[in-house]
């Protein structure tokens, strides 16, 4: 990613933990969370203080990224485009990302487009940008052959620390895939992930805060893997699992 802004260790990359909740486990951990975090802004305005979060994510013909993160690859990077609505129109936000990860830690580079450049892009796969980001994103879909995959969506509580840091903690609902080949597709048919789980990520640039590593404790919570890409993929597409 060489025509990328090059991460600072100290400030950009960042670790994740994910864990997955039973609905009384995510009453009580978000109950103990409530005197450290707030509410980010879009979670304070949305409907029932959750927000759509939809993404459209982008694979080889023979589901590359899929196996490379199956297969514990150490440098590895996600391709997807993300929207906050679900249905398009001229007010729509989209977000263009490359999620990479390097080991134990992540970065995303990210840019917003307008929805007529997103329509562009679908249909020539060009965004006709000088952003660093959408170049890349660009050449990686003309070199690696990329094409969209599967869409994920689901409803998300976002907070972040009281005091000034570098925590974010999010609790995702109702996660849930679609093949699909477009972000809007007309009538999606959505298989549900684990459907009475709730999925807690924490994020952070540094080691979890001590408070973070208690209540984690407290509550008996394990780390586990929650690629939420994957896991569509194999509900929406169990041949593949079976191939492997």
């Known amino acids: 990613m060489a025509s990328l802004p090059i991460p600072d260790l100290e400030t950009d990359w960042r670790y994740e933990s994910k864990y997955r909740l039973t609905h009384p486990q995510y009453l009580q951990v978000k109950n103990a969370f409530v005197p450290y ?34 297969s514990g690859n150490y440098s590895r990077i996600k391709y997807r485009i993300r929207t906050y609505a679900s249905s398009l129109d001229a007010n729509s936000v989209i977000r263009v990302e490359l999620k990479v990860r390097q080991g134990e830690k992540t970065i995303k580079y990210g840019d917003f487009i307008s929805p007529s450049n997103f329509q562009t892009f679908m ?46 903690v999010t609790f995702d609902h109702q996660v849930h ?46 780390i586990v893997a929650n690629s ?11 041949n593949l699992v079976n191939l492997r």
Request: proline share 7%; hydrophobic share 35%; glycine share 4%.
């Open 177 to 222: 895939s679609a093949q699909a080949k477009m972000l809007f597709p007309p009538k999606p048919f959505f298989h549900k992930h684990n459907a009475s789980l709730v999925v807690l990520e924490i994020k952070h640039r540094d080691q979890q805060p001590d408070w973070i590593k208690a209540i984690i404790q407290h509550h008996g919570l394990k």
């Open 123 to 168: 249909q020539t796969r060009h965004f006709y940008s000088t952003n660093p980001v959408l170049i890349e994103f660009e050449r990686y879909t003309l070199t690696r052959i990329l094409q969209p995959r599967l869409l994920v969506e689901y409803r998300r509580e976002g907070f972040t620390t009281r005091d000034p840091g570098s925590v974010r």
């Open 228 to 238: 939420k890409y994957c896991q569509g993929i194999e509900i929406t597409q169990p």
């Open 37 to 70: 975090l707030q509410q980010d802004g879009f979670t304070k305005i949305a409907p029932a203080h959750k927000y759509l979060v939809r993404s459209l994510y982008f694979d080889t013909f023979d589901y590359q990224t899929y196996y490379e993160k199956l």
